[in-house]
């Protein structure tokens, strides 16, 4: 079956724009996250969803991240007057009932 | 969730089993083992996860110490495809949502 989507795979951004990445988790998983990895490091948690209620946003490095998954399938991750320390990897993880998390290939967010 | 320590990197050859090991001294009876691994360019894949008895998959081995406090990921038999940074992380019985702390990981690289 498919697996997570993620789009755009690539984005540029100029600092000052704001840009939304979107995920399309695997077909009745429940529980979705999202996760920003840097350069060179692991991955690091940012927010998660259980059906459309956002159930933990400690992760998320500034009110500038906003997340949203409103009809409990797809979602969006939005961030608003991007910087340069934005530049990451973003990755979104759909779970299963096992607690097993499948990752998409992730969008890689350049601020130019 | 407790801290897991893992070696920065480690070599092995084609065709030969590979041992990552990761040791957990502050792990209480309530945390999962789980490993993932993440090859170049991809999002993170699981692999396998256990709680006190060793555990078998058809991509790896999970073999974890009487005392909890260390674990070891066994690959049969590696191949160049096995390439990857592999993480071991904790997750606690009482993290309803299963979100991952990932640490730095293991580089594995397999020489031909």
């Known amino acids: 079956g498919a697996g997570v989507s993620q789009s755009p795979r690539y984005k540029v951004a100029k600092r000052g724009q704001d840009v939304a990445l979107r995920c399309d988790p695997i077909s009745g998983h429940v529980s979705l996250f999202w996760y920003q990895q840097a350069l060179g490091q692991g991955p690091e948690f940012l927010t998660y969803?259980?059906?459309?209620?956002?159930?933990?946003k400690s992760g998320l490095p500034s009110d500038r991240f906003f997340a949203e998954r409103p009809e409990g399938s797809v979602s969006t991750l939005k961030i608003q007057r991007t910087q340069q320390e934005d530049s990451a990897v973003y990755l979104c993880a759909s779970r299963s009932r096992s607690y097993e998390q499948y990752f998409g290939p992730g969008t890689r967010l350049t601020v130019t | 969730d407790a801290k897991t320590t893992q070696p920065n990197s480690m070599e092995s050859n084609e065709e030969e089993p590979v041992h990552l090991p990761c040791n957990h001294s502050t792990i209480s009876g309530t945390d999962y083992i789980h490993w993932y691994r993440q090859l170049p360019s991809q999002g993170p894949e699981y692999v396998i996860h256990g709680l006190t008895s060793n555990v078998n998959n058809r991509m790896a081995s999970l073999a974890i110490a009487e005392d909890r406090k260390s674990s070891t990921l066994i690959l049969h038999r590696a191949t160049l495809r096995d390439a990857a940074v592999y993480y071991c992380i904790l997750r606690s019985l009482y993290n309803q949502g299963g979100k991952l702390i990932f640490g730095q990981g293991t580089e594995l690289s397999v020489k031909p």
């Open positions: 969803f259980q059906n459309e209620a956002q159930l933990d």
